[in-house]
């Protein structure tokens, strides 16, 4: 069954937990959906854990479009969430709404994500008013990577965290839908999560929050330029991957790639007179 913004807003009032990971492409966001995962989210990380760029800044409408259309094909139970790129939304209350269009329009996604707390409510309440769930984004938004001065946990400091929770009731009252909190302090997540009636999906912020989300190359081992320590590896597809492309090599090399049953035959006489 369809995944939509009130089965999320049901999972919360029922206490059942919302399972979230990214994906950017078809035949993943196609492998997910068939497992049951609630949202996909087809994080402006991309950025990172497909185009190899240091942060996300550099990610496009373009990028975000593109990959957010191959796993709309691909995902067609889970609620499709599409990050909103850097610059898309913060120049404006304008170019917010036209870029969320864009997302669902061109990206069919079913919602979108920004980041920020008071300072993108007015985006929030204007692309809501259009029709276009928000998810806000709280705590380590790394699209503030230069402000905050590098990716460290948010909301330590009594003044930081009260800070987090003010933000997380603005967005709440400015019509978003969930809120994802990044890099906070569990405690503070789990209080944010009992204060909000819309759900918390939380990575790097402890088991209180309403739901989970990881960047799936993280949890599958796949991306191993960094690990942050959030993050649990729950299978290591990276070495099977390394495993089968080293064994792909091999064979192909020794000839005992491809195998007869791997060939398409042509009758005798047909090739002989050909030679
Ligand atoms: O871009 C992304 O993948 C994200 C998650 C880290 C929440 O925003």
Do not use: W
Not at 64 to 84: E, F, P, Q, T, Y
Not at 162 to 172: F, G, H, P, R, S
Not at 184 to 208: D, F, H, R
Not at 238 to 254: N, P, V
């Amino acid at each position: 069954m369809k995944n939509t913004v009130a089965t999320f807003q049901q999972m919360k009032e029922k206490g059942e937990k919302i399972t979230m990971l990214t994906a950017y492409d078809y035949s993943t966001a196609k492998l997910m959906d068939e497992c049951g995962v609630n949202g996909i989210l087809i994080g402006d990380s991309l950025g990172m854990v497909m185009m190899g760029y240091e942060d996300t800044l550099s990610v496009t409408m373009e990028d975000m479009i593109h990959h957010s259309a191959c796993v709309a094909r691909g995902a067609k139970n889970a609620l499709i969430v599409a990050d909103m790129p850097f610059m898309s939304y913060q120049t404006g209350v304008r170019d917010a709404v036209y870029n969320a269009g864009r997302l669902m329009k061109e990206g069919r996604a079913n919602c979108v994500k920004l980041e920020g707390g008071a300072q993108v409510c007015e985006q929030i309440k204007a692309i809501t008013d259009a029709s276009i769930p928000v998810m806000a984004h709280l705590g380590l938004t790394p699209q503030s990577i230069n402000a905050f001065g590098g990716n460290k946990v948010q909301g330590k400091s009594e003044e930081a965290a009260k800070k987090i929770l003010e933000d997380a009731y603005k967005v709440q009252e400015a019509g978003a839908f969930a809120v994802t909190l990044e890099c906070v302090p569990e405690k503070l997540a789990t209080l944010i999560s009992e204060k909000l009636t819309i759900p918390t999906i939380g990575i790097g912020a402890g088991a209180g929050c309403d739901g989970q989300v990881l960047v799936y190359q993280d949890a599958l081992a796949i991306f191993s330029d960094f690990t942050p320590k959030f993050v649990k590896k729950f299978a290591d597809v990276g070495a099977l991957m390394r495993e089968g492309i080293s064994a792909y090599i091999e064979e192909t090399k020794a000839g005992t790639f491809p195998a007869q049953e791997h060939t398409f035959k042509i009758e005798d006489e047909v090739i002989e007179k050909l030679y």
